[in-house]
């Protein structure tokens, strides 16, 4: 499984982005979850997003719900992450990441791992 995140960027707060990760393989990637992490500059990497790829059920982090939205285009093997309302605190390498499809959701581990695309988020 390989995945390719890109759509970051330099925006100012109150911004938009949208992010993009492409998944290829000799897989069915419908059958899997895929979701969205970030990590800010000194810290750790955490979760932001998830969606199965089946269902198109979705799942976000506190801290984003109302300002980001996750997505899927199973025809594409992309799932996309809009960004509203972009504050600094948002400022990270973001790395999309694919896990189990089925099971708990969000998936409790995720086993495939992009680069990051860096946002950076100007006050």
């Known amino acids: 499984v390989q995945l390719q995140a890109s759509g970051g960027g330099l925006v100012q707060a109150g911004g938009a982005l949208r992010l993009s990760c492409a998944a290829s393989?000799?897989?069915?990637?419908?059958?899997?979850?895929m979701g969205w992490f970030r990590q800010a500059p000194g810290n750790e990497r955490t979760f932001v997003a998830a969606?199965?790829?089946?269902?198109?059920?979705?799942y976000h982090a506190d801290s984003v719900k109302g300002r980001f939205t996750i997505s899927r285009d199973n025809a594409k093997n992309t799932v996309y992450l809009q960004m509203n309302s972009l504050k600094p605190e948002d400022t990270g390498v973001y790395y999309c990441?694919?896990?189990?499809?089925?099971?708990?959701?969000?998936?409790?581990?995720?086993?495939?791992w992009g680069k990051g695309t860096l946002v950076t988020v100007s006050s």
């Open positions: 393989g000799r897989t069915t990637f419908s059958t899997y979850a």
């Open positions: 990441a694919v896990g189990p499809g089925s099971g708990d959701f969000p998936p409790p581990r995720f086993d495939y």
């Open positions: 969606t199965r790829m089946s269902s198109g059920i979705t």
